[in-house]
């Protein structure tokens, strides 16, 4: 449809039985759920509306465009007028906009949609003090995008005439509706309901591939599977540009991108203008000090880069947990959570993450959480256990943090705590007690936190409300980078009892707890001589198939190009001898101790999978071992010359900056 061309929705026009109108009649057979947003936007057509300009918002794929279409066929069936406008086809000049709308003018009921806005908000200030005044008095305007509307449309003179309307994801019973419509009929439907998390756009791409294949299951689901290449194409690819891709594929491996990151994982970038590229994206989001992607493009451009390109998938997530873990330690305590988001093991991830931020936060207790948690605790008969919890809640709720939803529904609880912050009385509690002193008796070793409890009321399969409680108790403990952990295990539950084993917990029998007919066992965690940070750093170089980071050190004030010039110069003694990673007194011995540093750091800078073993040969040939020329290397090793050249380049960036970094690569 053109700009400000009259919809045919709903076959109220002559547009009756032609392909159009089947079209929008499936369309609406498909639709599901947001019957309360319907409801609403239903009202503001009455003669007293609610409001007369209504912003829909919410992230890419969660069913703006699909409400703004079956809206749009009920207000043609009370007889009013659409005149649709679409963000991407319109030119960011207000006599486009005027131009799209003049019909409207004269239309005795008009409805404005006007949808993806956030592709012309450079028109927010012109539609507010111009276009939107101008129209009839009875117009009603319904704006669509992903970002909220600015304050200045919700107050003064638009107080009272807008609202905003923020689209959730679709409930349970909805997303089994929208399967439903669309002929998924079988066991399948519970199983992609909860792959797909609530979003509309997931679940239309998961029902026509279910369809079409019928041995489809999410269970299935891998990094080619045609649905992940769909949710690519649909939200990604029109906007992709070849000189940003680098930074694209950070931000698909890390939480936040900042431009502190891409100065440290993409030197050869120019950090400021890749952000900037990025944040103009559609589907990306502000957080925090930076920005993030839309978790639903995220997952997809992550599974589909590791497919594509695994080795520059790995090599990217090996610079930014290095990145994150210099700053982290540097006083950042709060980058755990970032870490967190780089590590893979599920296992892990049941106790230690924040995946669930999007639909759950972290606060502090309130007294009605107390009465709530004992009601629970009644039912499900562990109420002698909370008579011990509750005390904290009462003496020292600072000990304490709650998860809650975004209807700010209680979720879940913890009670964590270190030597120095511990509650008096929590040195004569019957299960932490003992645990306060056995952990000062360790003090030496490195600082500890104590939980005594941590409790998901969720049930989610995903346990993210159980890993968010994870890192709120280390960050509310008040030890930055713990050295051990004490958890409460119950050893009935296989998330918690895994989540200990995966972290090479030692079970100290000595200091469980029998308490009526509940055990509850203490599984103590030592993350080694650098805390957590360090384990967290470690099992991510783990998953990658890197060893453990070294502590060799280049001599003071080597670079990495000095290592990369070394590296070409392997075969000339003079030149080794000038080097600044030189030492000795003589030439030759000044050269031979540069073949042996770069030899030592080679054998320590690549892993045993077979990818780095290859690129580790792909060094040894190129510079250590080196034949009569790169292209012969490359016919050995049966490469491309491109895909040779681009591994060398890889190989020698690792030894440099696992030398000049401490033995790690940067």
Known sequence: MHEGQRSSAGGQTSAAGTLAARLAERDHERFSGRRTELAFLGTCLSDDPPACVVFVHGPGGIGKSTLLREFERQAVAQGWDPFHVEGRELSPAPHSLEAALGDAQQSAHPLVLIDTYERMSGLDGYLRRTLLPSLPGNAVIVIAGRLAPEPEWLTGIWEGVSAELPLAKLSRADSLALLEA????????????????GSPLVLALAADTAVKDPSWTPAAEDESSEIMRSLIRRLVESELRGERLSALLVAAITRVTTVNLLTAVLPESEPVTAYERLR???????????????????????ADFRARDPERERELRRRIID?????????????????AHLIDNSMIKWGFGWEGSVDYRIDDARPEDAVQISLVAQQHGFDDWWLLTSRFFEESPERVAVARDKHDRLCG????????????????????????AHARDAATLGEAVLWHDSVDFTRERGARVQAMLGIAGILRSGVANPRFAYMPINPSVPGAVNFARALGAEHLQDLDLD????????????????GLMAAQRAVVYTELGLPNPQTARAPVGVNAEAVRDALRNFRLPHELALSPLAVGESSDERAE???RLLRETVDSAFGETDNEQLLKRVLVRGYLEPAASHEQVAYEISLSRAAYFRRLRTAAERVAEHLVNGGRAR
């Open 280 to 302: 103009a994206l559609s589907f990306t989001e502000p957080l925090g000090d930076g920005i993030t992607l839309h978790e639903l493009v995220r997952k997809a451009l992550r």
């Open 413 to 436: 609880y913890m009670v964590c705590m270190s030597l120095a912050t511990a509650p008096e009385f929590a040195w004569d509690d019957p299960l932490v007690g003992h645990w306060l």
């Open 182 to 197: 669309y002929e998924v009929h079988d066991a399948r439907a519970e199983a992609i309901a909860d792959w797909a998390e």
């Open 323 to 339: 990145h994150l873990y210099d700053r982290a330690r540097e006083g950042n305590p709060l980058l755990m959570i970032d870490m």
């Open 593 to 595: 101790s540069v073949r």
């Open 515 to 530: 308490l009526s007919a509940r055990r509850i066992e203490c599984h103590r965690i030592d993350y080694g001589p650098g």
